[in-house]
């Protein structure tokens, strides 16, 4: 039997654990040596051994066959490396702590993405119960009574004129699943598929769709038991609702096709229901309509892309705080009089981040004052324009957060995303411009020959010639730039007239939404290199220093990236960046100046503006 031994390393930093593959469960310790120190070293987002001096490796267990994730954002991530889609990255481990109600009215943003994570369980309301039994009476009745009724006692879409007799009622609803589950592409992660389960189920606990108590409560165990079908994230066109995912979903529940859960791995999904004492679905009048038309995952998604939008828009003011200094530029163009007098409310919230990063009354950087008094008096738009640009993707995080909350608890209008992507990626757009003033020496602040001043060397490379620098990192954030401008063409303009023309016209909303996530991935990778770059350009201030929050971000990139004295495989230093901004950890170690700062500036909070609307 194959099994893996549990190695802790040390050296350096704190103790890591890794499950290393062990084909005897005699093996020694020295053979998976080698093998932990690779995992350590790539951990630290630096592909070398360098700094392994006193590494240890210590068998202390033996496993059942699973195997650690890596690059889990410190959660206990394991999968089984049997099963047929190793690709889903599972998540487990988190004990569920904490429930939080579902009724179908107040699920948030931040709930939904714990959920995901597997932070909470969830409980259906009281009140959702009671709904949810008078939403299933009005269909017993209907069935009863020999009405028609689409979707109960006839087929759908073009088949919306065939009357099914009521014997058949059961197999009109298993088959709608079966049919309809006809999706392709590869599965939706652990994350995103809690995410959809949790929105159906939050969908039918407010009491419109006719599903009975039974079904809902099975719902329910599924998602607190992380039993999760496998879901194809391609397929919808966002019509009558993401009607191919949510059939997956579906499915799995039913006891067909593959599932997933963290004690079983992927297996056939009746065994794994069995296994969790979990009865399959058996689905009655209405209820296959009622399990699959939603546009849940495109709201899930859609969360997914906001959450992480907004994660990364505040650690970009951080980012270009410190390449604003290290380019020796002023922050007199964020003063608090100049954005009060044009008062968009994200302009004046990004203004006052970096004022809280920058101001010398407050803020001591030697870089600052060593150029005080040079002869430049204005600043390139990707510098004192800042505000102008982050603020407004902000304001449109303001708005997508408010149309999404709205929509968890309902259904979702998909342009909406791709507004969010467009808005997004001009955080990325601007990134790689202020990037180029980092490497280009033709157009990087300083001279050299004034007093204080610092001449940037080509690519911020020493011995440039021999070393290239960050000459290729800046053609990759240009890479990526490129690509979010074609991912940000709206899916919204197209449509595809699909159901013999009688859904003729549909909003591409799941691909909107696959789009925003991907335009986010890569807005944080191009900032993973601004800050890079902006950190390497620090090395060649120094002795001088920054403002006391920006060493703190420079700290903290230097404990997973060390400086580049020449060049060295670069691809792990930009993963290592990128997961720390994924992570919020550079918001972190900025926030607290941030507060500090308002508390002790004294000024007055962002205003907004009210809308006057004329009829």
Same mark, same amino acid.
């Given at each position: ?409 309902? =259904? ?25 003033? %980092? ?72 691909? =909107? ?42 700290? %903290? ?53 009210? %809308?006057?609307?004329?009829?």
């Amino acid at each position: 039997m194959r099994v893996f031994v549990k190695v802790c390393c040390s050296g350096g930093g704190e103790p890591q654990a890794y499950a290393l593959p062990c084909n005897e469960p005699t093996a020694r310790v020295g053979s998976l040596k080698s093998l932990a120190l690779d995992r350590w070293s790539e951990n630290r987002g630096d592909n070398s051994k360098r700094d392994a001096e006193g590494f240890q490796a210590n068998a202390v267990g033996y496993r059942r066959p699973l195997v650690r994730q890596r690059h889990d954002s410190g959660r206990s991530a394991r999968r089984r490396i049997s099963g047929p889609l190793d690709i889903f990255q599972a998540l487990t481990g988190i004990e569920n702590k904490e429930a939080i109600e579902l009724d179908g009215l107040s699920l948030s943003v931040e709930n939904l993405m714990r959920i995901g994570r597997g932070e909470l369980k969830v409980k259906i309301s009281e009140s959702a119960v009671n709904r949810v039994k008078r939403s299933r009476k009005v269909v017993d009745d209907l069935v009863a009574s020999d009405e028609v009724t689409y979707g109960v006692t006839t087929g759908f879409g073009k088949f919306a004129s065939v009357v099914i007799p009521k014997e058949k009622t059961i197999e009109l609803q298993e088959n709608l699943i079966r049919s309809h589950a006809a999706g392709v592409g590869p599965p939706l992660s652990p994350e995103q598929t809690r995410r959809l389960l949790a929105l159906r189920l939050n969908v039918l606990v407010k009491g419109y769709s006719g599903a009975r108590l039974e079904t809902v409560q099975k719902l329910e165990a599924a998602l607190n038991a992380s039993c999760l079908p496998l879901v194809p994230e391609q397929g919808t066109v966002g019509a009558s609702g993401d009607l191919a995912p949510l059939s997956h979903l579906a499915l799995g529940l039913m006891g067909e096709g593959l599932m997933w859960s963290p004690s079983s791995g992927w297996a056939n999904a009746a065994d794994v229901l069995e296994a969790h004492g979990l009865s399959p679905l058996s689905l009655q009048a209405k209820e296959g309509i009622s399990l699959i038309n939603g546009t849940q995952l495109i709201t899930g998604l859609g969360v997914e892309a906001l959450s992480r939008a907004e994660l990364i828009a505040k650690q970009a003011d951080v980012v270009a705080a410190l390449t604003l200094d290290v380019l020796q530029g002023t922050p007199r163009a964020f003063d608090y009089d100049v954005h009060a007098n044009r008062p968009h409310y994200g302009q004046q919230m990004v203004a006052g981040r970096l004022r809280a990063l920058l101001d010398s009354s407050i803020h001591h950087s030697e870089i600052r004052a060593s150029h005080k008094n040079c002869h430049r008096v204005q600043d390139p738009y990707t510098l004192r324009c800042i505000p102008q640009v982050h603020g407004v993707v902000n304001d449109t995080l303001t708005f997508v957060r408010g149309i999404l909350t709205t929509e968890m608890n309902s =259904a979702l209008d998909n342009p909406v995303m791709d507004y969010l992507a467009i808005a997004v990626h001009e955080l990325a757009n601007i990134s790689e411009r202020r990037q180029e003033r %980092l490497m280009n020496p033709s157009i990087s602040a300083g001279s050299g020959a004034g007093e204080g001043e610092v001449k940037l060397p080509a690519f911020l490379a020493s011995d440039g010639g021999i070393n290239s620098g960050f000459m290729i990192a800046h053609c990759t954030s240009a890479a990526l730039v490129s690509e979010n401008k074609v991912l940000t063409h709206p899916s919204s303009v197209d449509s595809i007239s699909t159901s013999a023309a009688q859904e003729d016209h549909v909003s591409m909303g799941g691909f =909107a939404a696959r789009k925003a996530i991907s335009v986010v991935s890569h807005v944080e990778q191009v900032l993973a290199i601004e800050l890079l770059a902006a950190c390497q350009a620090l090395e060649f201030h120094r002795p001088r220093t920054t403002t006391p929050p920006l060493e703190e971000v420079h700290k %903290l990139v230097r404990t997973v990236v060390r400086p580049w004295d020449k060049d060295r495989f670069m691809s792990p230093d930009i993963e290592a960046a990128t997961k720390l901004l994924r992570e919020g950890r550079v918001w972190t170690a900025a926030e607290p100046h941030i507060s500090h700062y308002k508390t002790t500036a004294n000024e007055p909070p962002p205003k907004r503006i009210k %809308l006057v609307h004329q009829s």
